[in-house]
């Protein structure tokens, strides 16, 4: 790995730690390799929720990538299954650059940071664990994706809902 790649995933980690909410359920990222996103691969994120957890929750998906991506946006496939037995496929054509080729989203140097909302993710409370498994796929011709560095899934509750 090298250097510069250290020190952004470094950075990105202690983002992530500062921007640590108590109404965050879930948010854990996946780091794509420096050899690019193939095709075929699945991004899994998985995990169970504690007893008290909201039935409905928000649903983010967080994306860093650097000015090595060769589109102005990104196709994505997310399928979502649920302990309750619900799951759904959301696909989102994510759009990275304005018209005139400005990327869109935050960051310094060559790395952008942008986050997507999806709709809201409703899991019913049962007896047995509640648990969630998240799949993304990207959706573009290239068989390796180049320039993204990682993927995100963020689920967090509204406070006033608490």
Same mark, same amino acid.
């Given at each position: 790995?090298?250097?510069?790649?250290?020190?952004?995933? %470094?950075?990105?980690?202690?983002?992530?730690?500062?921007? *640590?909410?108590?109404?965050?359920?879930?948010?854990?990222? @996946?780091?794509?390799?420096?050899?690019?996103?193939?095709?075929?691969?699945?991004?899994?994120?998985?995990?169970?929720?504690?007893?008290?957890?909201?039935?409905?929750?928000?649903?983010?998906?967080?994306?860093?990538?650097?000015?090595?991506?060769? *589109?102005k946006?990104?196709?994505? *496939?997310?399928?979502?299954?649920?302990?309750?037995?619900?799951?759904?496929?959301?696909? %989102?054509?994510?759009?990275?650059? @304005?018209?005139?080729?400005?990327?869109?989203?935050?960051?310094?140097?060559?790395?952008? *940071?942008?986050?997507? $909302?999806?709709?809201?993710?409703? %899991? $019913?409370?049962?007896?047995?664990?509640?648990?969630?498994?998240? @799949?993304?796929?990207?959706?573009?011709?290239?068989q390796?994706?180049?320039?993204? @560095?990682?993927?995100?899934?963020?689920?967090?509750s509204?406070?006033?809902?608490?």
């Amino acid at each position: 790995m090298t250097r510069k790649r250290y020190l952004a995933n %470094i950075v990105f980690l202690l983002m992530l730690t500062a921007c *640590y909410n108590s109404n965050d359920l879930y948010h854990h990222a @996946e780091v794509i390799s420096s050899k690019g996103w193939d095709r075929n691969q699945t991004l899994y994120f998985q995990d169970s929720l504690s007893w008290n957890a909201p039935e409905t929750f928000h649903f983010e998906i967080e994306l860093r990538h650097t000015n090595l991506f060769p *589109y102005k946006s990104l196709w994505l *496939y997310i399928r979502t299954t649920c302990s309750d037995n619900t799951s759904r496929l959301d696909s %989102i054509n994510w759009p990275l650059a @304005e018209p005139s080729g400005r990327w869109i989203g935050s960051g310094w140097g060559s790395l952008y *940071y942008l986050s997507q $909302q999806l709709p809201d993710l409703t %899991i $019913q409370k049962t007896i047995g664990k509640r648990w969630f498994q998240i @799949e993304i796929q990207h959706g573009l011709k290239d068989q390796t994706l180049n320039g993204i @560095e990682d993927i995100g899934v963020h689920l967090y509750s509204d406070p006033a809902k608490k």
